[in-house]
């Protein structure tokens, strides 16, 4: 169980490191994608169902899917994007190269497997129906104001469209 | 430990036999219903001949799928010149492997006790008949079955051509629309069982209601609910009267126009899977899933409920796809503003207005217990 933790945790990693090197809007969208998805293996292997769903439905679902489609629409077909990779390529490996060995180097003496392990629940820590009764206990308030402000800003997309319709038919 | 693991591998090769043999069933029931209604033979060309005597064997075009795959195999794997070539093979897979994914959470069985049957090795153990026992079943599934649009939208892109970009973005606009009716549909029935535990939601609907007349189902319990999932999932699944995004005579095939061989029966293969996925919620979440009605087989025979769950499960899956089937070869295409103004301006406000009148239902009724 430590294993695969520590695989999709390097595997975020890995597609962070992937999102940032690439240059092409639509594949640092898809790395993106990548790293929210492993992220949410790694919640799930954790215990924590919960934000492991909320990462999929809410990040991938539909935050990153507006992202793309807006990627699509815009369909970039610039010639500096012919160039897969960043020009500061080399630098960057270099830098990233000095921060994981500080890091390791830091972290060698004081994470052992032991420690590992002891952040690592595994099981059903937390249900749907616990994780549901403390949240409205607790956050109620915030969650009616949210969606309010979620039907504020529909009101305001709608409004500026109909402008927009109107000016044209000036 | 190893035990758990034979079970799980069991049951997830079960489950993939289960799932693309239906799939290549339903390509097979697609054709030959079609043709039922259009009052002609349908598929009866390909058979296999016996060798020596001279026997052809046509099984009413059983072997026209294998005749689809040995073609598909045999056709040229195009990529347009400009596509980027990595994202064009990778889409079709983005498309394929959460409708595969989604098959983990459906229930075919109830709790079974293999110590009964294959002796000590199982010694003390129940499994539920579900590769993965998740208690927020039903949301996991709507977030795994959101990670499809991705591929689509890929696989238009990818292609660099424009009735290609045309289809991904009706696909993209058509199905993040249906997702909240989709969403929103299955709420009521979360609220009436109490839990998005899948396997709950089948144990609430054993029993009858009305004094024994009907069975406990949801279909029953909430039609309205059943009717607006059906068409949203229908509508997700871009089938026909929802097939805008790759309406052959506007825009040839739409996201997968420059797809070939394999690559395209990816894609096809995909919808027919999850013709069988929208089936499999549709009978947990409204047709009581493995049970029967009025007869508890399980109570008297226990032994063969290992059996007769599964069968139970998968004949209700057949029978719910083939009225997708026949929903397809009835229905003429939405236009494209059409599809979104109903989606939008009739599914929506319905399923919301839909949960309001459910959840003032079931107040009543806890308040007057």
Redesign the interface.
């Given at each position: 169980m430590l294993k695969l933790h520590l695989l999709f945790c390097c595997l975020a990693v890995a597609s962070a490191v992937v999102m940032l090197l690439v240059r092409h809007p639509m594949k640092m969208a898809l790395a993106l994608v990548a790293t929210m998805l492993n992220l949410a293996i790694v919640y799930g292997l954790s215990g924590a169902h919960v934000l492991a769903i909320g990462q999929v439905l809410i990040y991938v679902g539909a935050v990153m899917i507006f992202m793309i489609y807006v990627v699509m629409l815009l369909d970039i077909k610039d010639s500096s994007l012919v160039r897969p990779l960043s020009r500061y390529l080399f630098a960057a490996v270099v830098v990233l190269l000095l921060i994981a060995g500080i890091s390791y180097h830091q972290l060698a003496n004081t994470v052992t497997t032991q420690t590992l392990q002891a952040i690592t629940p595994v099981g059903d820590m937390l249900s749907f129906r616990q994780f549901s009764e403390h949240f409205l206990e607790e956050y109620w308030l915030h969650f009616e104001l949210s969606s309010v402000l979620l039907l504020v800003t529909t009101v305001a997309a709608i409004t500026v469209l109909n402008f927009k319709k109107g000016t044209e038919s000036l | 430990m190893i035990a758990d693991l034979v079970v799980t591998f069991v049951f997830i090769l079960f489950a993939m036999v289960m799932l693309l043999g239906l799939a290549t069933l339903l390509t097979w029931v697609e054709r030959k219903l079609s043709a039922m209604m259009a009052d002609r033979i349908g598929a009866n060309r390909c058979y296999v001949k016996i060798p020596l005597i001279n026997v052809k064997l046509i099984a009413l075009g059983l072997f026209h799928a294998m005749a689809d795959g040995l073609k598909m195999m045999s056709k040229e794997r195009f990529i347009p010149k400009d596509a980027?070539k990595f994202?064009f093979l990778l889409a079709p897979w983005i498309v394929f492997a959460p409708v595969l994914l989604m098959f983990a959470l459906i229930p075919f069985g109830g709790i079974i006790y293999p110590e009964k049957i294959f002796g000590s090795f199982f010694a003390g153990k129940a499994y539920l008949m579900q590769i993965a026992p998740?208690?927020?079943g039903a949301?996991?599934i709507?977030?795994?079955s959101?990670?499809c649009?991705?591929g689509v939208?890929?696989a238009?892109?990818a292609s660099n051509n424009k009735y290609s970009?045309l289809g991904?973005?009706r696909a993209?606009?058509q199905m993040?629309s249906y997702?909240v009716a989709l969403g929103l549909s299955l709420l009521p029935m979360v609220l009436t069982y109490g839990s998005?535990d899948l396997h709950t939601m089948i144990v609430a609907q054993q029993g009858s209601m009305l004094g024994g007349v009907l069975p406990a189902w949801g279909i029953f319990l909430s039609p309205l609910t059943a009717i607006i999932y059906l068409t949203a999932a229908t509508a997700e699944n871009k089938r026909i009267p929802f097939d805008i995004p790759e309406a052959e005579s506007e825009i040839i095939a739409g996201f997968f126009t420059e797809y070939s061989g394999m690559r395209m029966a990816l894609f096809m293969f995909a919808e027919f899977a999850e013709i069988v996925i929208i089936s499999c919620v549709f009978v947990v979440f409204f047709l009581g899933g493995y049970n029967l009605p009025y007869w508890d087989f399980a109570g008297s025979f226990p032994r063969l409920a290992i059996v007769l769950w599964p069968t139970i499960f998968f004949i209700k899956v057949f029978i719910v796809s083939c009225f997708q089937i026949l929903v397809r070869w009835s229905l003429p295409r939405f236009r494209y503003d059409q599809l979104l103004t109903f989606g939008w301006k009739f599914l929506l406000p319905l399923a919301m207005v839909n949960i309001t009148v459910v959840t003032l239902f079931l107040w009543l009724v806890q308040k007057h217990q």
């Open positions: - | 980027d994202l998740l208690d927020g949301l996991i709507l977030a795994i959101g990670i649009i991705i939208v890929l238009g892109w970009l991904s973005i993209a606009s993040i997702e998005l």
